[in-house]
């Protein structure tokens, strides 16, 4: 697996990590046996980032982390989570006492002494601009709660925001084959300060996976059925924003494109991620998965030579062509 400096962190890390939102809720059902072999198989296969929430099934998902960190002690795991969304996302929620407040769950959670990574998790824009939140992180590190700390962004203005301040380690933001800004503003200025860069949606909600069609139905309780609209959280969540049956013909284009590009040696998952990894700037990508197969196969994109100009040139036509107009003006 290739490794790579998670920004000011200093830290080395996979190329492709693990998000773990699926092991705690909003994907359907994820039983306790397939999220520990999901975590078993992806260490396994060279994964050593993990990026969780405190909000990932109230807590579930770092409990389930945790309890794996205990049995693998010297795996040299780092584990990201994120804080802010225990309460109304309001900028006044934004301080000291919270985030001690939510640190400290966190903390007992992972059952750990100090975080290696906590990141605000999607605040208000407001907060981006805000010095007493920043000096109320800077306490965190000084009191020895967190290693690092970073910021999970929706916009490509508040990963800049962010990256302007000067102790943030690293700006999560969702960075696929349909989400191309952040390639033209944010990862360069992420690579010029020193900031890592956490893609996340990699798969555009597994759209990219090409496994999906027009007529696919998700479950009840996964946010790709009942968040298509937006009307429970930031709806560039769910399938990166797009148009389900947009998503679905530009998904057959790109995996037309991988077929073409790569034959079978890398799925059209693959190289999807391994597309994102690539990118200058990147300092891990988070794709999911619901069990041990998934993570395998997310991994060996880790693995993946570089895809070349063709490929990402055939990137941005089908963005231009089918995407673009549906997301570039609002993240």
């Excluded at 060279?46 to 969780?52: L, Q, S």
């Excluded at 990862?187 to 069609?213: C, Q, T």
């Excluded at 693959?270 to 069990?291: F, K, M």
């Amino acid at each position: 697996m290739e490794q790579q400096v998670l920004g000011r962190s200093g830290r080395l890390v996979s190329a492709v990590g693990l998000g773990t939102w699926q092991l705690g809720a909003d994907w359907g059902n994820v039983s306790d046996d397939d999220a520990r072999a999901t975590l078993e198989a992806s260490l396994e296969a060279g994964v050593t980032f993990f990026d969780t929430a405190d909000v990932y099934g109230d807590g579930h998902s770092e409990q389930v982390i945790g309890a794996f960190l205990k049995e693998h002690p010297n795996a040299g795991i780092t584990v990201a989570t994120k804080m802010g969304r225990r309460m109304d996302q309001v900028p006044e929620n934004y301080v000291l006492e919270n985030f001690r407040q939510w640190t400290d769950r966190s903390r007992k959670n992972l059952d750990v002494e100090r975080l290696d990574l906590v990141q605000l998790h999607c605040p208000p824009t407001a907060v981006y601009s805000s010095d007493e939140v920043f000096d109320a992180l800077d306490t965190l590190v000084e009191e020895g709660v967190t290693a690092n700390y970073g910021v999970s962004v929706e916009t490509t203005a508040e990963a800049l925001a962010a990256i302007a301040r000067p102790n943030v380690a690293t700006v999560q933001i969702i960075l696929n084959a349909f989400r191309l800004k952040p390639l033209d503003e944010v990862l360069p200025a992420a690579s010029e300060a020193g900031v890592g860069i956490i893609a996340r949606v990699p798969l555009a909600s597994g759209l990219l996976s090409g496994k999906y069609s027009k007529d696919t139905r998700f479950a009840e309780n996964d946010h790709r059925n009942y968040n298509r609209d937006g009307s429970a959280f930031d709806v560039g969540e769910t399938f990166s924003g797009v148009p389900y049956d947009v998503g679905v013909e530009a998904a057959v284009r790109f995996a037309e494109l991988s077929a073409k590009c790569f034959g079978e040696d890398l799925t059209a998952a693959q190289a999807a991620i391994a597309w994102v990894w690539q990118q200058p700037g990147v300092s891990t990508v988070i794709p999911g998965a619901r069990n041990a197969d998934q993570a395998r196969a997310n991994a060996a994109a880790g693995n993946a030579a570089a895809l070349g100009p063709l490929f990402s040139s055939g990137v941005r036509e089908i963005y231009d062509e089918l995407i673009k107009e549906h997301v570039a003006a609002k993240w």
